[in-house]
Every structure is written in structure tokens, then in C-alpha cells.
């Protein structure tokens, strides 16, 4: 019994130390890729359908850039005509229609009425206002002696002293069978010439077949007589040449300012 024993714990010992043997502390896969030498050069990269099939330009010389070399790239004609087809790929360029609003006030169609209206009359509209520009302009120069014609200088319109002018007296005779006829107009003509006919024999003036009212003014405008004679020009031109009529009680208030004028030239009736 005891010798059976002890060959059985013998047993037990040769088999554990078996065991620990054939378990040392060896990394197998370690020890396999210590025996294979691992190189870059045999990972092999796969080709991709986008890479550039060209060799790129070395860095450290310009000789491929002087020799000009250009390399086209083509787009297939497959592709092209594929995009050509495709209506995504075609652009038009179109406004949008601009709906007209039916919510509109009424003063809002008075006012796209009348934008219309002056949108179509514009031109004649700013036609009217040169037009009126010019008339008031030309008469103006026209009342101040700056404008003459011949036919006025023919007919006597244009108002001057000539080698015919009457004496004071005459034209007082005239003024008086004027305002008894009821022509106002006339007899105001008529004081005035005889206030010139005034200015000339105080040699205040100059007579000249050449000069005219304004002519005239300007040669008094230093005197003390200029502001009250430019009045009654005024008057004189505006009756006058303008065609106005002059009732009985215009005609009294124009002529006392002639009389207070002539009155101060040192004239009495």
C-alpha cells in the first residue's frame, strides 16, 4: 500500500513538470513578426478612379514649367451629353410677373391716374413752361428798352424825343381833349412825353433819336429824380405797350403822380 502510494506522487510530479514546461512565457505572434521584416514597399495602395494619372511637377526645378507643357483634362462626350439632357442642368432667367393688386383705395388710382396723365404730357408741360419763360423774359427786356425793332422805331410806339417833339404847352392842350374824350390811355402816353420833353429843357437828359426809355433811366440814375421817374415809366409801359385799360379813377391816381413829379421839377400849370 505505502508503495503504491508512493509511485502514484512520483507520477504527479513528473507531470507537473511537464506542465510548466510547455507553458513559458514565449509571445508567439510577436515571434512570428519578429521573423518577417515588414516593409512599406509591399503595401500595395489600391487605384483610385480619381487620382491624377499625372506624374507632378518636381518641386526643385521649372524646367516642365518654362518648357510649357500644359495638360489638358477632357470631359467625355458620354458626360457632356448627358448634361446637355438634363433639364436641371438648363438655366432660363425669368421676372416674375407682377400681379396687379385689386385691393386699391381710391386715392390710390387718383394718384397712378395722374402719374399716367403726366407721364403722356410730360414733354408738352415743360414745353409750356420754356415757352412762358421766354415770353416773360423777352417782354421784360422788351418794357425795359433793351429790345427795339424797326417796326416799333416806324410807327412812333417806341417812346423817344425827336427834332419834332411839341412844346410843354401843346402837350398839356392834348392831355386836356385826351381826358375829355375818355381815352386814358393816350393821355397817359401823352404825360409822359411831355414829362421827357420836361427832363430835356432842365438838362437832366439828353434827348437822342437813338435812346429809350431805359436809355434814359440809366442816365438819371445818380440824380435824385431816378426812383420816382423809374415809377412812372412803369406805369407808362405797363398801360401803354400792355394794352390795359384805364378807368377814370386809374387815370387820376397816375395822373397826379405825373403832376406831383413835374410839380418837383419846378413846373406849374
Known amino acids: 500500500m505505502r508503495k503504491a502510494s ?24 510577436y515571434a512570428e513578426e519578429a521573423e518577417e521584416e515588414y516593409t512599406d514597399e509591399d503595401t500595395v495602395a489600391p487605384v483610385h478612379y480619381l487620382w491624377d494619372q499625372e506624374l507632378a511637377i518636381d518641386a526643385d526645378t521649372m524646367s516642365d514649367y518654362y518648357s510649357g507643357r500644359l495638360i489638358l483634362r477632357k470631359v467625355p462626350g458620354k458626360v457632356m451629353d448627358e448634361m446637355r439632357a438634363d433639364k436641371a442642368m438648363k438655366y432660363k432667367l425669368s421676372r416674375k410677373k407682377e400681379t396687379e393688386r385689386s385691393d386699391l383705395t381710391w386715392l390710390e388710382n ?5 402719374l399716367q396723365l403726366f407721364g403722356i404730357f410730360h414733354r408738352l408741360i415743360l414745353a409750356l413752361l420754356i415757352g412762358g ?22 410807327t ?6 425827336t427834332d419834332e417833339d411839341l412844346e410843354i404847352t401843346v402837350y398839356e392842350q392834348q392831355i386836356t381833349d385826351a381826358i375829355a374824350q375818355g381815352k386814358y390811355r393816350l393821355a397817359v402816353r401823352l404825360l409822359y412825353l411831355q414829362t421827357l420833353r420836361l427832363l430835356s429843357d432842365k438838362q437832366i437828359i439828353t434827348y437822342s433819336r437813338e435812346k429809350t426809355n431805359a436809355a434814359y433811366l440809366r442816365s438819371m440814375i445818380s440824380t435824385p429824380w431816378y426812383k420816382a421817374f423809374a ?13 390795359r385799360p384805364v378807368s377814370s379813377e386809374q387815370f ?5 403822380q ?3 413829379f413835374m410839380n418837383e421839377l419846378g413846373y406849374t400849370r
Open 6 to 29: 508512493f509511485y502514484y506522487i512520483l507520477l504527479l510530479l513528473l507531470c507537473s513538470s511537464f506542465l510548466l514546461k510547455a507553458q513559458a512565457p514565449t509571445d508567439t505572434v
Open 110 to 114: 387718383i394718384y397712378l391716374a395722374f
Open 133 to 154: 419763360l421766354i415770353t416773360a423774359t423777352y417782354t421784360y427786356l422788351k418794357r425795359n428798352g433793351y429790345i427795339s425793332t424797326k417796326k416799333e422805331a416806324a
Open 156 to 161: 412812333g410806339t417806341d417812346i423817344k424825343l
Open 231 to 243: 415809377g412812372l415809366t412803369l406805369d407808362y409801359e405797363y398801360i401803354w405797350y400792355g394794352e
Open 252 to 256: 387820376k391816381t397816375v395822373h397826379n
Open 258 to 260: 405825373f403832376s406831383q
